[in-house]
Each structure stands twice: as C-alpha cells, then as structure tokens.
C-alpha cells in the first residue's frame, strides 16, 4: 500500500467512477498489492522476521510503500 | 486474489526470484490487489453488502478472480 502523502492515482480513479455507479458514500480509496504464499520455518517470530526482510529488500519499494505482515500459523 | 486453478503468472515470477536471493522456503506464491477505503453506512450487515456489490459488479473480475471483504467497524 502506498505511504499516507504519496498521491494515489489507481485509488483516486477508482474513487471517482463509483458515484456513477450509485456509491457516494465511498472515500479515501487506496490501492495496493496483495501477497499469499507458504512459507516453511521453525516459530512464528522467525518467520515474520523473514517475510519483513523479504518485503524491505525485494517485495516492496519502502520509499512509497509501507506493508504489513499476517500469519495464519 | 487469482481463483484457484487461474495460472498466476505474476506470483511465479516472483517465487522463482526469492532463491537467489537466499529464501528457499516459499512456495505458492500468489498476487492480487488489496482495496482500502472508507464507506458511510448504518450498519455493518448493510456495508457489507454494499462492498460485496461494488466487488462483483465493478471492482473484481469475477470470471478469474474471487475477493475477501474485512470490516473495521
């Protein structure tokens, strides 16, 4: 999801196409990418820990992008 | 999120990266796009609803791609 500030175009033309569509009670749409995937490992904290590098060094670009992590154990 | 059985061409990229970069325990690596917004209403049940419209008729592709909807009331 792009950072609170950085101006989010694929939200903004999303937010106005839907008063056309009869929904005018939506706002502050924000659009981003959505990852699933398994992953093997030995405690929930190792593995967190791997999937916040995996987004820091390769998944996200942090400069426009904050992320977050759920784990389904 | 891609329906099971719909190749993700996307999300393979992506696992046959994550060796070469030292994480060899991922597998099933899926992508999609993750919506957020905030929506008026007079109830949980009817916004619910109302979001599960706006995924099928305008914001999924249903023919390829299924949606989950959360709610922070």
Redesign the interface.
């Known amino acids: ?1 792009l950072k609170p500030g950085i101006s989010d175009v694929q ?1 903004q033309v ?2 106005r ?2 008063p056309a ?1 009869g ?1 005018e ?17 030995s405690s929930v904290e190792s593995i967190r820990e ?1 999937v916040e590098q ?1 987004c820091e ?3 996200a670009n942090t400069v426009i992008e904050g992320f977050r992590v759920d784990i389904d154990a």
């Open positions: 999801m939200g999303v937010e196409s839907l569509l929904w009670n939506v706002s502050g749409v924000r659009v981003g990418k959505h990852l699933e995937f398994e992953i093997e490992g791997q995996m060094r390769f998944l």
